[in-house]
């Protein structure tokens, strides 16, 4: 069974950068397709990224578009995702799961666990 560990949340200040990992455990990381999703205070679940599992397909929700980048390195077991011009809207706790996606429609195949807070404020 994979198990997903997030990390690399942190207090940034807008138009700042900050990279997450997602570490996999259990399963070959290289076998999934892997997806960051977010959480920010009074909404839903929305899906961020998605990487095929050799990384050469990726999607991104619309309002990340240009700013986040997803990448991958089975080796190592990890999935990460490095957010650049950060924004107050980005703030939410951070998470990752399996994934499925078409175009900037990005689903979790799988519930979440802890995950890890991105507070963006001045």
């Known amino acids: 069974q994979l198990q997903l560990v997030e990390s690399g949340g942190a207090l940034v200040q807008p138009g700042g950068s900050l990279r997450l990992s997602c570490v996999a455990s259990?399963?070959?990381?290289?076998?999934?397709?892997i997806g960051w999703f977010r959480q920010a205070p009074g909404k839903g679940r929305e899906g961020v990224s998605c990487i095929s599992t050799n990384g050469a397909n990726t999607h991104y929700a619309d309002a990340v578009k240009g700013r986040f980048t997803i990448s991958r390195d089975n080796a190592k077991n990890t999935v990460y995702l490095q957010m650049n011009s950060l924004k107050q809207e980005d703030t939410a706790v951070y998470f990752c799961a399996r994934c499925s996606a078409v175009g900037s429609s990005i689903r979790a195949l799988d519930s979440w666990g802890q995950g890890t807070q991105v507070t963006v404020s001045s």
């Open positions: 259990g399963s070959a990381l290289d076998s999934y397709n």
